[in-house]
């Protein structure tokens, strides 16, 4: 069976090579180069046998892109320090969302108003909302893409009429089709990215609780996740055209 791999990062700005991949299901790291044939060169490589390849790379590549650490322990944070990267993010702070519905919003009582009238209320005097709009009055910027399926779920239909009460705090909110999302190779994962320097990874259980938050660091991960927000920021559309598709 074939690899799964995953670019993990290139100092290459023209041909993609040296780079360096990650076997998802293995941690695995391939490293991609210039291969190194000359007879001299290779004999003397210790315990070099017939089977084996031997590449030349940068040594920034290695620095920039490779593992730091050899078993990787989550760095779980709790809700409160979550809530403060949004309090304290300098330019950016962009999410993915990607499941088909959210306990969260079940247990809202907006979410019941919905159920029943097919429109959503909304307190613009909410800690979330009055954070928002501070930060976006202040310059920053703060969007989301969020996967749909067709048909969309109630879960779905909820949070698009919700929408337009993000879009009032100047949210930039998007919509791409569950289909085209896998096509670019998206993450099956939820996560909010700041500055494009810090991942919050959300982890869900099969009832959509969220269980906890994970930071991430990394460079190379953080790269990964950036190209991700790249990708569906790309081929999404803004909310408002979405929903006219989904009405007409």
Not at 91 to 113: C, I, K, N
Not at 231 to 237: E, K, N, P, Q, T
Request: hydrophobic share 40%; charged share 30%.
């Amino acid at each position: 069976m074939a690899r799964r791999l995953r670019l993990t990062g290139t100092d290459s700005r023209i041909d993609g090579c040296p780079a360096l991949h990650t076997d998802v299901d293995t941690g695995e790291v391939v490293v991609q180069g210039t291969p190194l044939t000359d007879p001299q060169d290779l004999a003397q490589l210790w315990h070099f046998g017939d089977d084996e390849a031997a590449v030349v790379v940068p040594r920034e590549l290695l620095v920039n892109w490779a593992p730091k650490e050899m078993t990787h322990v989550p760095d779980v944070v709790g809700r409160d320090e979550f809530r403060r990267l949004f309090e304290t993010f300098e330019h950016t702070a962009w999410r993915l969302e990607t499941r088909r519905g959210y306990a969260s919003d079940r247990e809202d009582p907006e979410f019941q108003v919905f159920l029943e009238t097919g429109t959503t209320p909304c307190d613009f005097d909410e800690p979330w909302f009055k954070n928002i709009r501070r930060q976006t009055d202040a310059g920053k910027t703060v969007g989301r893409v969020r996967i749909a399926d067709r048909p969309l779920t109630t879960g779905q239909l909820f949070l698009l009429d919700y929408a337009r009460h993000n879009a009032a705090t100047r949210e930039d909110i998007r919509y791409l089709w569950r289909e085209q999302a896998e096509h670019s190779d998206l993450p099956a994962e939820d996560f909010w990215l700041f500055d494009s320097r810090i991942v919050a990874r959300l982890v869900f259980d099969d009832d959509d609780n969220l269980l906890h938050i994970e930071l991430i660091t990394e460079p190379a991960e953080v790269v990964r996740y950036a190209s991700a927000r790249d990708a569906a920021m790309h081929h999404a559309v803004p909310y408002d055209v979405f929903a006219a598709q989904v009405t007409n």
